[in-house]
């Protein structure tokens, strides 16, 4: 069996050195914001040339965090996409405020740039692109859109580790970035973490109360915060993979461009980058026609597949209160209907590449 992610693989390689680790923390007693903590923050934003760093419990709280230090509140908006997992939706309503959707570019599955000024109202209060599956959208419009009009710009960069647009790493435009450390990302946790990047001290200061209740100190509030805390055991584990992450992404690349050097002439669509981008290629994402024949044909081999992501935000049953219906947001729909995840990760060989392209193109239909 070829898995889309091969998670028993990239353990079997790294566990001698995650097991030291995590026997550290456990011999030290010290499950809470301890030194693997700070440590990797520091090392985290380091690696991305990021002013502040700080480490919370997941992608989704990442995300609640930022929007809350940066003052979005109940009754503003933010812009996103409908073509993203549900949690970047969600944490914006946590935060109070209403998500307003523009449709993503038909080539990158990011978006659409072009539309952002029309969904601007006098109670927007931030722009929150997705980096989806590691490709970074178009920040330079986008900035500049997000100035004109004294808006926040959020990154969403859940799918995005190490990606690169035009030579700066994602996460480093806007005022704040969240990462999610879900295990099946290029860099997971063994359970749930996530970070935020904020490009002021201050909005890092509130980022840290807020995760850890609202403390001044052990038992001093001035704020109502949460208890979105990154535990040691997972920075421990974040650390060790943190070393090989540059290595993992490089070999992404090369699959990813073994599979384009395969595919790109037969007539499937496959998800392109912008000129002078590196995608992270958390994910390597095809448009077909006939997607669950090619699904089934493709599990009978041993090959996983996926689905990232069948039903857009606007069309989903938690969200019908704002009131969109089908062809509101035709290119998100329309990508829903015929994208396709094939493997992709650093334990997949040249091998494995060249026979997972030669199965698919037997029974693709572009």
Known sequence: ??????????YKKIKKEILEQ???????CSFIQGEFVS????????????????????GTSAIHLALQALGVKLGDEVITVPNTFFATAEAILHAGAKPVFVDIDSNTHNMDVSQIEAAITDRTRAIMPVHLYGNPADMAPLMNIAKRYGLFVIEDCAQA??????????????????FSFYPGKNLGAYGDAGFVFTRSRAHEAVV????????????????????????????AVLLVKLSYLRKWTEIRRKNAEKYKS???????SIVQSIEGTESAHHLFVLEVSNRLEVMDYMKSKGVGTSIHYPVPLHLQPALAYLGHK???????????QRVLSLPLCAEL??????????????????
Do not use: W
């Not at 995590?22 to 030290?28: A, Q």
């Not at 990606?163 to 005022?175: I, L, N, S």
């Open 1 to 10: 069996m070829i898995p889309l992610v091969n998670l028993p693989g990239q």
């Open 22 to 28: 995590i026997e550290v923390v456990l011999e030290s």
């Open 39 to 58: 440590e990797f923050e520091n090392k985290f934003a380091s690696m991305h040339e990021a002013n502040f760093g700080s480490g919370c419990s997941n």
């Open 161 to 178: 580790h190490l990606a690169k647009y035009r030579g700066q790493y994602v996460g480093t435009f806007g005022d704040a970035a969240t």
């Open 208 to 235: 840290r109360k807020l995760l850890d209740h609202g403390r001044m100190s052990k038992y001093e509030h001035d704020m109502v915060g949460y208890n979105y805390r990154m535990d040691e055991i997972q920075a």
């Open 262 to 268: 395969l595919i790109s002439q037969t007539g499937v």
């Open 326 to 336: 089908t062809g509101d947001f035709p290119v998100s729909e329309a990508a829903a």
């Open 349 to 366: 060989t040249e091998g494995q590449v060249e026979f997972i392209s030669q199965e698919f193109l037997k029974i693709v239909r572009p």
